[in-house]
């Protein structure tokens, strides 16, 4: 069952798909799902601790799910909304575990689908989630993506006008891949651009993408964004980015996804 698993993205067989889709109804209330996190490291040192929360599923019989296989379809047959709830809920919970147990004022990026934009009422839900729970809402950055454009653009700003004024960070993911819509920048409100691992991985060999990706730094500083260099996985990728400008870096050459327990032993040791 893992290797066809490979196929979902492009289209899997009827029967594998819907058989999956079964499963992944049912993920939820069986607790087959769990976060790990991700370091985001500062360039040029210093700041508090951040990291992205990532969505693993492990099925007892199919095994390890990846994202990039369930996402789409939890987002096509609209789970997305229960599950990224339970993301974001979890994420809010361990994010105040973490501060309230090292003092840190620990930071976490939480993936947001577009379908999750539509709602205003589940995004005041939020907010009041984490007034309830006692959590800034400095405390997490939201990643979306352009294909937030998806939904109706007016409604969508008006929703991440409604976060900002809660606090919440605002993260355009995955730029530099797609469309890297020009117009998001201009339209919303952004706080951190993560520019994506297909631009970050040919940096080393390629001049024009050196140029591209200094380029996109210099705007994101002028419209005052931060600028996040995903997918580093060689020292060389790592010094490059920090040379062109970029704010953060993430990737396997700093680490890889933790789960809470190592995140906690990581500050433990940092601290
Ligand atoms: P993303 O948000 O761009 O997350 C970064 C992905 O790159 C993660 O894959 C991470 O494990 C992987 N990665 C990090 N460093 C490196 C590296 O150096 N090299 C390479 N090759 N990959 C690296 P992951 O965890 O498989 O997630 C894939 C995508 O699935 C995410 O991309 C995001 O779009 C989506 N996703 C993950 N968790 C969630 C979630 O909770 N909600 C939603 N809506 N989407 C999620
Ligand atoms: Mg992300
Ligand atoms: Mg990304």
């Given at each position: 069952m893992r290797q066809p698993l490979r196929q979902l993205r492009r289209g899997p067989a009827p029967a594998l798909r819907s058989a999956v889709e079964c499963e992944l109804g049912r993920a939820l209330?069986?607790?087959?799902?769990r976060l790990v996190y991700q370091p985001i490291l500062r360039l040029g040192g210093g700041g508090p601790?951040?990291?992205?929360?990532l969505l693993r599923w492990e099925h007892p019989r199919l095994g390890a799910v990846s994202p990039e296989?369930?996402?789409?379809?939890?987002?096509?047959?609209g789970q997305i909304l229960y599950?990224?709830?339970?993301?974001?809920?979890?994420?809010?919970?361990?994010?105040?575990?973490l501060r309230r147990l090292t003092g840190q004022a620990?930071?976490?990026?939480v993936n947001v689908s577009p379908l999750q934009l539509a709602s205003r009422a589940s995004l005041q839900l939020w907010i009041q989630h984490l007034q309830d729970i006692g959590l800034p809402a400095q405390a997490l950055t939201l990643e979306i993506t352009e294909r937030v454009m998806s939904q109706q653009p007016r409604r969508v700003a008006e929703h991440l006008q409604l976060l900002a004024e809660a606090g919440f960070r605002i993260a355009l993911d995955d730029f530099g891949s797609g469309y890297s819509n020009l117009a998001m920048l201009g339209q919303f409100q952004l706080d951190g651009l993560k520019l994506d691992r297909s631009l970050?991985?040919?940096?080393?060999?390629?001049?024009?993408?050196?140029?591209?990706?200094?380029?996109?730094?210099?705007?994101?500083?002028?419209l005052q964004m931060q600028v996040?260099?995903?997918?580093?996985?060689?020292?060389?990728?790592?010094?490059?980015?920090?040379?062109?400008?970029?704010?953060?870096?993430?990737g396997y050459w700093f680490a890889r996804p933790l789960s809470a327990q190592q995140v906690e032993q990581r500050l433990a040791a940092a601290a």
């Open positions: 209330q069986r607790g087959q799902f601790p951040l990291f992205e929360a296989s369930f996402i789409a379809m939890a987002e096509e047959n599950i990224g709830d339970w993301v974001f809920r979890t994420a809010a919970a361990e994010c105040l575990r620990l930071r976490l990026s970050t991985r040919c940096l080393a060999r390629s001049q024009r993408h050196r140029t591209i990706t200094s380029s996109i730094v210099e705007l994101a500083h002028q996040v260099a995903e997918g580093v996985e060689e020292a060389d990728d790592a010094s490059i980015t920090r040379a062109l400008g970029c704010d953060f870096g993430q």
